[in-house]
């Protein structure tokens, strides 16, 4: 059975940092993406940030481009997402999510079979 586990949300100020971690386990993970979205009050979830586990190819969206950095750590089966920089727009649940060989659909979260229960990051202004 695959579970994905977040951590490290939390309250902020703007201009702070967060680490987020996803525990990832039940399966071999080696080609699968890595994502995370997000889901602000009143808003759809919207792809922040995706790896592939295999090689380790990296995807954005752009309000977050060089500001936040995904990673994995093949060891641990865990996925990081570190956010610099942030602003309370980066306010919302952040949830972790695995797909199978997705290919140019990273960014689509139905093309992710497996989801977290989400974590809450709120940015204080």
């Known amino acids: 059975q695959v579970q994905l586990v977040e951590s490290g949300g939390g309250l902020v100020q703007a201009g702070g940092s967060l680490r987020l971690s996803c525990a990832a386990s039940?399966?071999?993970?080696?080609?699968?993406?890595m994502g995370w979205f997000r889901q602000a009050p009143g808003k759809e979830r919207e792809f922040v940030a995706a790896?592939?586990?295999?090689?380790?190819?990296?995807y954005y969206t752009d309000s977050v481009k060089g500001r936040f950095t995904i990673s994995r750590d093949n060891a641990k089966n865990t996925v990081y997402l570190q956010m610099n920089s942030l602003k309370p727009e980066d306010t919302a649940v952040y949830y972790c999510?695995?797909?199978?060989?997705?290919?140019?659909?990273?960014?689509?979260?139905?093309?992710?079979?497996?989801w977290g229960q989400g974590t809450q990051v709120t940015v204080s202004s």
């Open positions: 790896i592939t586990w295999s090689v380790g190819r990296t």
């Open positions: 039940g399966r071999t993970f080696s080609s699968y993406a």
């Open positions: 999510a695995a797909g199978l060989n997705l290919g140019g659909n990273i960014y689509i979260s139905d093309n992710y079979a497996y």
